[in-house]
């Protein structure tokens, strides 16, 4: 049955407003040293006729060969590369991962390339100005987790800061301060997140505290930001929503738990969130993994919202009054499922943005920039996938004032407003027809805007704006991102399809 949707932009009410870099993104660690990271689908698993497999000690799943491959560094000067991320507008680099947590800092180039004991890996000095040059070209903020395995602990005990003072001190001395700091990624999964074998979180809270402590005292205008867990598991209500979804597979601790005793509080709290596992772990908890054909539905797109609801609480015990980030998102954790790359997954990008700034100000990390299938850029060719183009359209339209905007959410059809990015009097709505089988039709008050996103198919690699195909010139240039004018009136939306209407 067909959703009918008045907008009525004089009933609408201020919520909030939400932090301008509300769209932001992860460049894991091992893209930047070079290493393992979630290996490419091959067209077989694409295409559903080659099975999953994997294999090897699940206590360090990022060297299981099933899984991974060896990529090289990323080039964070490549034009094209830099071109694209400085469209997207001024957002927050995160500069983490599980990777992050083994990697030592080589600015002295001292170890020949092989990681010490202790570590899994080697940041070079030209590689971690490349990050800093990158952040400065890009006018971007940066957020980084430092190193906490065996190696940071040479006698077994508390946190050795060595690590910490040198990437600090060498970033201010370059002339990019680190902006915002973890102390660790995903801690709630301990020694499985590379913390060193037979550390508690009762290890956490103490070396935490130490970190923290350093920070405020040497760099003050860092801000703290924790626990970054990969979700809380006391708070989630479901396994398929439960945060990054490989916490379903081990014991993990709570945030409660991580932050038992500690003196230093964060300026901000983190966690992470996705749909549930990807295709390449399904095998290992088939439970939390959504299927390609239920990534449209209501249920699906709730679980963003959900994580978003539940979490909060935490943040006003840990942080009253701050922001709250997802400092990794995504559809499914373990490198995305095969359909991330494609349109199907511009529903949940842009509902989650709506729904987590209707919920509360923060920051979304977007997990890749460019890397994986979840990426918003190909790995190695930096061509956009579809959803680049949609968080560069909700870039440019949305403004930073949440409206309340008195049409709730219905089945098949989610509706967000928000002021005009371009500072102008009027409003934006988002309408998002999750349905696929029926059209929702929208009456406009006045005559207004139009960008509607949609494709041939749900899982097209391609997205069409106005049944204008999304793509780089020849010269890789974007390409020009033009409303259709619309008279006051009813307007038909397609099945599957994302409109903008800015009034």
Known sequence: MSKHIRLNP????????????????????????????????????????EEFRFSGNMTDFTAMADLMQVYPPIDLYDEKLRRLAKALGPAWIRVSGSWATKTYYNFDGTTGG?????????????????????????????????????????LNGELDLTQTKKIFDFSHAYGVDIAAAEFMNEPNMLEFSGAPKGYTAADYARDQDIFFGWVRKHYPDCLLVGPCTTGDTSVISSDKGMGAGIANMMKTCTTDELMAGTKVPPDVFSYHYYNGISERLVSMMPAAHWSGDEAHTDAYLAVAPENARNHAPLRDQYVPGGQMWVTESGDAGGGGDTWASTYLDVLRTLNELGSFARITDGVIFHNTLASSDYGFLAHGSFDPKPNYFAVLLWNRLMGTTVYDCKSPDTEGAHIYCHSRKDGKDGCVYLVINNSLTETTTVDVPKEAEQYTLSAEYMRSSFMQLNGQKLILSATDDLPHMEPVSV???KAELAPGSCTFFVL
């Not at 460049?27 to 077989?44: D, L, R, S, V």
């Open 10 to 49: 004089e009933t609408n009410t201020k919520i909030r407003t939400v932090d301008e870099r509300l769209m932001s993104y992860n460049i894991e660690m091992t893209e930047i040293t070079g290493g393992t990271f979630w290996k490419a689908y091959t067209p077989e698993q694409i295409a559903g006729t």
């Open 114 to 154: 092989k990681a010490p004991a202790g570590y899994a890996s080697v940041l070079t000095k030209e590689q971690w100005i490349g990050v800093l040059d990158f952040v400065k070209a890009v006018d971007g903020k940066l957020l980084i987790s430092v190193s906490n395995c065996a190696g940071d602990h040479p």
């Open 487 to 489: 008279q006051a009136g």
